[in-house]
């Protein structure tokens, strides 16, 4: 199991090499075929895809969130993916009492390791938030609200490069954009107050641009999974000394620092003016 991280510094020295993990998706991907149509890239690997350019580098991750669509569900395609998971040299993984852990599965070839974990959104009838629905025996997702909203906000990005058991491809990969992204974030952080879920929200309005994100959030059905996201920059991200500014400075730099917060701060207000 991968130990948690508290700050940026944390992230960057973290082991996990986001070569290794961009060579576990290539992998995946040339193994997925038609199911990774039903799959999207989401959680803090989706801005190390979307912001590769960017003047100041995205953080590091310790894994990739898969985001599994509506239709695949509804579908039953469940053991395809299990097979190709398999296939691509992916097994569940084990929690800290050695059991099995079949919504997060790892590939670990010599010098290297790769941890996917995979979600799905919640529904009436399902489990609980954050809680694991088995598809099969051996794999299962995390109900996570609002992951429907990365299949409505979609980039389509190039990946070049090794696969994890060797050799070079290209595949072309969907990643959730930066309006969903957002979104997903502010309800992360709602629901764990998380460092890191502030810093990759405000890093989301940094690269793209409140114009941008209220844009692709501007297209979105109202539900309550949005009405809450938005509830939650409302609350805790509008004034500098908010526990979200408060907590992006704090996992960036340790110490607090006004700029930093006034900065996190401004761009929410921003984002929610252009959303009206």
Not at 80 to 106: H, I, M, V, Y
Not at 159 to 175: C, M
Request: glycine share 10%; hydrophobic share 45%.
């Amino acid at each position: 199991m991968a130990t948690k991280r508290r700050t940026k510094a944390e992230y960057d020295a973290a082991p996990t090499s986001m070569e290794s993990l961009k060579a576990g998706v290539i992998e995946l991907m040339t193994r997925l075929g038609d199911v990774a149509d039903e799959i999207v890239i989401v959680g803090g690997f989706a801005p190390v895809l979307l912001f590769a350019d960017a003047e100041v580098p995205p953080t590091g991750t310790l894994d990739v969130d898969l985001g599994l669509s509506l239709a695949l569900l509804a579908e039953d395609r469940y053991q395809a993916l299990e097979d190709r998971l398999t296939a691509a040299g992916f097994e569940p993984d084990t929690n800290d009492k050695g059991n099995p852990s079949p919504q997060r599965w790892t590939s670990a070839p010599p010098g290297s390791l790769v941890v996917v974990d995979l979600l799905m959104p919640a529904f009436e009838g399902g489990p609980p938030p954050g809680k694991p629905q088995f598809l099969t025996k051996r794999l299962a997702a995390f109900a996570i609200p609002g992951i429907e909203l990365a299949h409505q906000d979609v980039v389509r990005i190039t990946l070049r490069g090794a696969a994890l058991a060797g050799g070079q491809a290209e595949r072309k990969v969907s990643v959730c954009g930066p309006g969903a992204f957002v979104v997903l974030k502010a309800l992360a952080f709602a629901n764990r107050g998380e460092g890191k879920d502030a810093h990759d929200l405000i890093y989301a309005l940094e690269c793209a641009g409140p114009g941008d994100v209220a844009r692709r959030i501007g297209s979105f059905p109202t539900s309550p999974h949005l009405a809450r996201a938005l509830e939650t920059l409302r609350g805790d991200f509008l004034s500098a000394d908010g526990i979200g500014p408060v907590r992006v400075a704090q996992f960036r730099s340790v110490a607090p620092s006004q700029n930093l917060q006034a900065e996190a701060a401004s761009r929410v207000r921003e984002l929610l003016r252009k959303l009206g």
